[in-house]
């Protein structure tokens, strides 16, 4: 019998089939237009370009297939992020987020959401194992964390949330829905940063969120035509041509950052490497359970931040840019932003080059 998600793979490179009509384009159209024919107000399927589009239903059509869940897109992951915490969340409730997870998130949270009269609580990812979730509205959970990569138990939090009241949100960029299934082990709405492997060429940003709450639902949808965070027609052609090689991609890159980090590991330069893919890693655990492998993000720890920036200006098959899950390997040092890592901290987002030449030019440059 084939696994669920490879069939829901299957099913999302012809989704469109079943509604083309002779001579129809198989690739959906870039629908340019903000404006539809309405000769009355009744039963147009398109009304105006804010409210509903063809492209959006292309692609959400497919990312629907992916979560097995409504989705309503979104121009970045922030504003699939803003839109679950603003139709979830009133003045006077309580919010739970990670201290270690994606920093914008944090600012957003601190900088918006807390003078709305929204209490902010910023626990670390390793926290939520025992944290008390009483009285609170929303837990917030990124699983593995962006950078640090520790892990959830996704399942676990959900149903100490859910007996607490509250709901769950989880941010699932690290891992997309073909290695992590959020939803399925408990979570509310799901979030995601397609600008990163969704996407996958560091062409374009995008973003979801999905749920099967029609009710919670209802609100991110009202939220995107209220607050006019809509994506553009070509952004979410781009991002529907990217999903259909997403799978590819990801074997290729999640295959060999579990040999790259073998190799990293034992390399004398690295002083530490987190990569749930190892045997020995904290966040080991979940590999092969809550995560399908051990992803593509690799953190490592040289010297110091000389040695590291030394590293990533002489590896010639690195590219040197903030966020991942692109085609082209990348890493960069993650104290340069502030986050709470060793000044040598690398994030190292693995690409789909051929493993050897990649790792070739990674020992060069570490030498
Ligand atoms: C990149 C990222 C985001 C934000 O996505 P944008 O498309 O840049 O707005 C959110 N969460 C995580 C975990 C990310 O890595």
Redesign the pocket.
């Known amino acids: 019998m084939s696994d669920p998600i490879e069939t829901r793979l299957a099913q999302m490179l012809h989704h469109r089939k079943e509604g083309l009509s002779k001579g129809d384009p198989v690739v959906p159209p870039i629908t340019a237009s903000a404006t539809y024919h309405l000769p009355d107000t009744q039963g147009a399927p398109y009304i105006y370009g804010r409210n509903a589009m063809p492209t959006w239903d292309a692609i959400e059509a497919q990312l629907s297939l992916l979560e097995a869940a409504e989705t309503v897109s979104f121009p970045?992951?922030?504003?699939?992020?803003s839109a679950a915490l603003f139709a979830s969340l009133k003045a006077g409730e309580q919010l739970v987020i990670p201290s270690d997870?994606?920093y914008?998130?944090r600012v957003l949270s601190e900088g918006f959401l807390k003078p709305l009269g929204i209490i902010v609580r910023e626990i670390p990812t390793a926290d939520y194992a025992t944290a008390d979730f009483t009285g609170v509205a929303v837990v917030y959970l990124?699983t593995p964390?962006?950078p640090g990569l520790d892990v959830i138990d996704i399942a676990a939090v959900a149903a100490r949330a859910h007996a607490a009241g509250a709901i769950v949100i989880a941010?699932n960029?690290?891992m997309t829905p073909l290695l992590q299934r959020p939803l399925d082990l408990g979570a509310d709405l799901v979030?995601?940063?397609?600008?990163?492997a969704p996407a996958g060429h560091s062409d374009v940003?995008?973003?979801h969120v999905s749920g099967r709450d029609a009710k919670l639902m209802g609100r991110v949808r009202d939220w995107r035509r209220m607050s006019g965070a809509i994506p553009g027609p070509f952004e979410a052609f781009l991002v529907h041509r990217g999903l259909e090689t997403l799978e590819l991609r990801l074997a290729r890159m999640c295959a060999s950052a579990q040999v790259l980090a073998e190799r990293l590991a034992a390399h004398p330069k690295v002083l530490s490497l987190r990569y749930p893919g190892l045997a020995g890693d904290a966040s080991h655990w979940a590999v092969g359970g809550q995560m399908a492998n051990g992803g593509f993000l690799i953190g490592l720890t040289l010297a110091d931040a000389e040695q590291a920036e030394g590293f990533l200006t002489r590896c010639k098959l690195i590219e040197q840019t903030t966020?991942?899950?692109g085609t082209h390997s990348a890493g960069e040092r993650r104290a340069r932003w502030g986050d709470a890592v060793p000044a040598g901290f690398i994030r190292l987002s693995v690409g789909v080059e051929p493993l050897e030449p990649l790792w070739a030019s990674i020992e060069a440059a570490l030498a």
């Open positions: 970045s992951g922030m504003a699939a992020i997870g994606y914008v998130t990124e964390s962006n941010d960029t690290t979030v995601a940063a397609d600008t990163k940003l995008f973003g966020s991942f899950g």
